[in-house]
């Protein structure tokens, strides 16, 4: 018998195969749910504190000075550091004492979409989150008062803050409002998948393309890192937290669905921010996918989405490979010195 087989059976057979896996990007499902992924028109600015080109500039020159820590050695960007997807590399944050908080350091990348912030969802505003690493002891461990009368040596801030806010005293309402505004402006900057949801189809790899496929369909991701900033905003309990570590359930302790529930956070420039999870638990970016791949901790609390995925080694790959083009290249942001 012979056992060559005619090339246009090879070809049948392995053309189709072949087609199915180069051409993800051009199923209509995917092309629609690529579509949901552009990013939104303008950053809401509140009504009660309206953006201004020069409130923004305060709030920068303020977000990088360390006069705000009892040492003044550490600022707002020691630990939520540009380049660094907006965290600072550590699996807990370490406070002007150096002493280590109980958390990681959050990115900021497109906190002004949220409307609850913190791990735990206890601010309902960035203005509201300002004074508590100002005033937390383990944080920058200053008072209200010390920090007013710092900024008020200052002929600079004396006269930026009169400019911006038409008023002769510096207050902590309008340290909070620089700062805010400031912080609404660090927006995700394009990365190769927003190219790619835009139509060019270029911009990511084969791989990516299917990770794609996976992060909406059998990986169940987007049922939580959802839309263009990839997150719901929202709580949930993924089987990472240990024993006592209550997260949102400390606001709300008869809920069980709320017990061990931390924010999603954004995946936005995430290849930066290594360690993740709210307690920096977990090293790298294989080790979250075998984490999802595996469950966590299963308990009452535990998100019914949450479950053994079953992932194969390449499934795992491309995962990775599609996670690794939400980050972009930005151009480093010029951070204005300290004005003395
Ligand atoms: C020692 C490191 C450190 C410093 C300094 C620091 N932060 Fe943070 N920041 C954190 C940690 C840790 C959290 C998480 C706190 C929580 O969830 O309760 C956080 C949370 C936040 C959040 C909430 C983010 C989100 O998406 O939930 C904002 C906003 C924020 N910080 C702004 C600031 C500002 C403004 C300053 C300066 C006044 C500052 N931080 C100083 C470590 C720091
Ligand atoms: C049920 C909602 C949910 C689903 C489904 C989900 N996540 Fe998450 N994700 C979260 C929450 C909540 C956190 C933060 C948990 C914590 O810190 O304890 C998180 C954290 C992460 C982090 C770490 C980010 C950081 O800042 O530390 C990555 C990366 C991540 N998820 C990727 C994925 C991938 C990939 C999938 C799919 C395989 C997935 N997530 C599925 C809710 C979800």
Request: net charge negative; with cysteine; aromatic share 4%.
């Given at each position: 018998m012979n056992w060559k087989l005619p090339l246009g059976l090879v070809l049948c057979v392995l053309l189709p195969l072949s087609v199915a896996a180069s051409a993800v990007d051009d199923t209509p499902d995917i092309i629609a749910l690529r579509a949901k992924y552009l990013p939104p028109g303008a950053i809401p600015y509140p009504d009660d504190n309206p953006y201004s080109a020069a409130k923004a500039q305060l709030g920068k020159t303020l977000f990088f000075?360390?006069?705000?820590?009892s040492s003044g050695t550490?600022?707002?960007?020691?630990?939520?550091k540009p380049d660094r997807g907006w965290e600072d590399g550590l699996s807990l944050a370490v406070g002007d004492s150096r002493q280590a908080l109980k958390l990681k350091t959050p990115?900021?990348?497109?906190?002004?979409?949220?409307?609850r912030l913190g791990w735990d969802g206890r601010f309902v505003s960035l203005e509201a989150v300002t004074f508590a690493p100002i005033t937390g002891k383990q944080n920058m461990n200053m008072s209200e008062a010390g920090v007013i009368a710092r900024l008020s040596s200052i002929p600079e801030y004396v006269h930026d803050f009169k400019t911006v806010f038409d008023d002769a005293t510096i207050s902590r309402k309008h340290i909070e409002m620089a700062l805010a505004t400031y912080e609404r402006s660090i927006v995700a900057a394009q990365a190769p998948f927003d190219r790619w949801a835009a139509g060019d189809d270029a911009a990511i790899s084969q791989a990516a393309k299917r990770g794609f496929a996976i992060f909406n369909g059998?990986?169940?991701?987007?049922?939580?890192?959802?839309g263009w900033a990839f997150t719901d905003g929202s709580f949930h309990d993924i089987g990472v937290a240990k024993d006592g570590d209550v997260g949102r359930g400390r606001l709300f302790p008869t809920s069980v669905k709320l017990q061990h529930a931390f924010k999603t956070p954004t995946l936005r420039d995430v290849a930066l921010r290594a360690p993740y999870m709210h307690d920096g638990s977990v090293p790298t970016l294989e080790a979250v996918i075998d984490l999802y791949d595996k469950g966590g901790i299963a308990r009452p609390?535990?998100?019914?989405?949450?479950?053994?995925?079953?992932?194969t080694a390449q499934e795992k790959a491309d995962l990775l490979a599609f996670l690794n083009t939400l980050t972009s290249r930005a151009q480093p942001i010029d951070i204005p010195a300290p004005p003395r």
């Open positions: 000075d360390p006069i705000f820590s550490l600022s707002c960007g020691s630990c939520h990115s900021l990348i497109d906190d002004a979409w949220l409307d059998k990986g169940r991701c987007a049922e939580c890192h959802s609390s535990r998100s019914e989405v949450i479950k053994p995925l079953g992932l």
